[in-house]
């Protein structure tokens, strides 16, 4: 459903930032889960919840460089 609406609209935040949600919570899903939270940011860039999901993703996976720049872009 989701990748059926990113489909008809790229720039629709809320379906890319679901995806995110939906890929964050599988086990092999947290590279759909960066690119899909990458993908709200690039729709709407003062979309918050994507870049504090971001920064859990980075800071969990031990990738303070890449948590310390998604801090300092939001």
Not at 12 to 30: K, P, Q, V
Request: proline residues 3%; glycine residues 8%; negative net charge.
């Amino acid at each position: 459903q989701y990748r059926k609406a990113v489909e008809l609209d790229p720039d629709c935040t809320d379906a890319h930032f679901a995806m995110g949600e939906i890929y964050r919570g599988r086990a092999d899903g947290l590279g759909y889960a960066v690119m899909s939270y990458r993908n709200a940011i690039t729709a709407s860039p003062l979309d918050l919840g994507a870049y504090r999901n971001l920064f859990e993703i980075f800071v969990q996976q031990g990738l303070q460089d890449k948590a310390s720049c998604v801090a300092t872009s939001s």
